[in-house]
């Protein structure tokens, strides 16, 4: 079946680090977006890419979609306390109706 | 604008009671979503609605689980004869689209604690 998978699933950074999460299908993927969770709350929109091979930046935040539209990364410079929390990968199989969430990457920054 | 709401935030209920679940859409959102997260764990889709319709399914017990958006009204997750390991944190989110044109937005969550 359809998996997402992400890794590494816990990451631990001194405050100023920079911080990477990847995002692997096993099938090719229409798009792929992008959600944040901080602790005790609910996911939340960062952004989707379409395009094969696309880059977007928000601030300290990159995304990429790979060429093969099968893997995505996140990468944060210079992490800071308010990135703490869990980013989850979503993507949508070509064909398919619904989203499949990765399982998550849980990102703790030491102060 | 007021964003998705779901009630209760919280919910207690024995083994064998039944749980509901309400998921109110943001304004203009026709598409509805329910996942389940387990603690320390990710996101699992259970079924996708639009109004009146059951789009997708394919993520949901067969048995003891279902769901309803009508026409009128919030979108109803129910559980029936529920067990411990129905114990866990249950999310809708509504959009404004199919997902895969436009973001999904989250409601706040119901966690579901089976005594």
């Known amino acids: 079946g359809q998996q997402v998978m992400q890794i590494p699933q816990y990451q631990h950074v001194q405050e100023g680090e920079d911080f990477t999460t990847y995002c692997n299908s096993s099938?090719?993927?229409?798009?792929i977006q992008w959600y944040k969770q901080r602790p005790g709350g609910h996911p939340v929109f960062l952004i989707q890419?379409?395009?094969?091979?696309e880059v977007k930046k928000q601030k300290r935040l990159t995304f990429q979609f790979g060429e093969a539209k099968k893997n995505s990364s996140l990468h944060i410079t210079a992490t800071q306390t308010t990135d703490v929390g869990t980013y989850f990968c979503?993507?949508?199989?070509?064909?398919?109706?619904?989203?499949?969430f990765g399982t998550g990457t849980r990102l703790t920054v030491i102060p | 604008n007021a964003g998705v709401m779901q009630n209760p935030r919280h919910l207690v209920r024995r083994r064998g009671q039944e749980a509901r679940l309400r998921c109110s859409p943001m304004k203009g959102h026709s598409h509805v979503y329910w996942y389940r997260q387990l603690p320390e764990e990710g996101l699992k889709f259970m079924v996708y609605?639009?109004?009146?319709?059951?789009?997708?399914e394919s993520g949901m017990p067969k048995e003891r689980f279902s769901a309803e958006f009508p026409k009128e009204g919030p979108s109803i997750l129910r559980i029936q004869q529920v067990v411990r390991g129905d114990s866990a944190a249950y999310f809708c989110?509504?959009?404004?689209?199919?997902?895969?044109?436009?973001?999904?937005?989250f409601g706040p969550g119901t966690r579901l604690t089976v005594t």
């Open positions: 989110a509504s959009s404004l689209g199919t997902s895969h044109t436009y973001e999904q937005y």
């Open positions: 979503a993507g949508r199989p070509t064909g398919a109706n619904n989203l499949f």
């Open positions: 890419l379409v395009k094969s091979g």
């Open positions: 609605l639009q109004k009146e319709n059951i789009i997708d």
């Open positions: 099938t090719t993927l229409s798009n």
